[in-house]
């Protein structure tokens, strides 16, 4: 007989995030009992179901997104900055259709084809041109915020009411739509990559590309597929945000997204090297994060401060699975040799 297979908490880097999201919900509930409130209360108000729990994973639904993205470039061993514009160029060009009269199904598709095409552009930079991921996606991120104020006239662009607004705002048994939709495409995504060889290719043109190369994967073409994909998520993101919030602003948003996006992949296990991913990981990352920001709302840490303690749990993440960090852990154990 072979020998037994690690329990989860051990061979999945996703228990790490996990475990940081679970003491942030206990902080929240001890100290919500100490103010004599119930962080995990649920009510019924107006047919919709409310609690601070589903309001975290109903404002962390577009890092979720992003997060799924920048899942799928980093585990081909690349970086994309440009996610935040691509936010704002979907949003943007979006907001500009419904302005002017046109439908929200054609909104929607206009806005993720310009998200695609920008994930093209990247891909082909850095697939086709050779040129460094970090280096191509600048060029993006710069360009892509000139092309948003430009889709928008240099102005915050109010969205009319109508359907489109139920990206947003609408609700499925009580719940609010955009997690539910941010889950279902992880799990279609999980399941893609996990029951067929394409989590395979990815996994393997990010860890070795000349020997993927020589066995006949073409590892370029898999690098520009990540990319679009990750243009294509970005520009999602930007479709719920702009319907949650009315507005689609080319100035401010999506700005600094793209860092709490690769935060909560490298959180998440996935390596930034390249070779390995861990989707679950991103997931419980990206609301892990999100927790961190509502934790030190309600603890009243200022907003000037708040960049330490996200710094802090991050770097204490990234040693927890650290290789180095567990086996000089387990160097102090009684009877243990040195």
Not at 71 to 86: C, H, K, M
Not at 254 to 281: K, P, W
Request: proline residues 5%; hydrophobic residues 55%.
């Amino acid at each position: 007989m072979g020998e037994p297979r690690p329990r989860f908490w051990r061979r999945s880097p996703a228990v790490w995030p996990l475990a940081g999201l679970l003491l942030l919900l206990a902080v929240n509930v001890a100290d919500g009992l100490r103010e004599g409130r119930n962080f995990l209360s649920v009510t019924l108000q107006d047919g919709r179901l409310v609690s601070p729990v589903i309001d975290i994973v109903k404002n962390g639904s577009y890092g979720l997104v992003l997060a799924l993205g920048m899942t799928l470039v980093i585990a081909t061993g690349g970086i994309d900055l440009s996610v935040g514009t691509v936010m704002a160029v979907a949003g943007g060009w979006a907001a500009r259709l419904l302005l002017d009269g046109h439908g929200a199904a054609t909104a929607v598709m206009a806005a993720l084809a310009a998200a695609l095409a920008c994930g093209l552009v990247n891909g082909l930079l850095v697939a086709g041109a050779r040129i460094q991921p970090i280096v191509a996606t600048l060029v993006m991120m710069v360009a892509g915020r000139g092309l948003a104020q430009l889709l928008t006239g240099g102005k915050v662009v109010q969205i009319p009411p109508g359907g489109f607004q139920w990206m947003g705002h609408g609700l499925i048994a009580g719940l609010p739509v955009a997690p539910l939709l941010v889950t279902a495409l992880y799990l279609v995504t999980w399941a893609g990559l996990r029951r067929s060889a394409a989590g395979l290719f990815l996994e393997a043109a990010g860890d070795n590309p000349t020997a993927s190369r020589f066995a006949g994967l073409a590892t370029g073409r898999v690098r520009c597929l990540a990319y679009v994909g990750c243009g294509v998520c970005a520009g999602l993101a930007g479709l719920i945000k702009i319907s949650d919030i009315g507005s689609a602003d080319p100035f401010g948003m999506g700005s600094t997204m793209e860092l709490d996006a690769i935060f909560a992949v490298v959180v998440g296990g996935t390596a930034l090297s390249g070779g390995r991913l861990c989707l679950l990981g991103s997931f419980f990352g990206a609301l892990l994060l999100q927790t961190l920001t509502v934790t030190m709302f309600y603890l009243g840490v200022p907003s000037a401060v708040a960049p330490v303690p996200k710094a802090v749990v991050i770097i204490a993440a990234c040693l927890a699975q650290s290789e180095t960090t567990r086996r000089w852990f387990a160097r102090l154990k009684p009877g243990r040799a040195a």
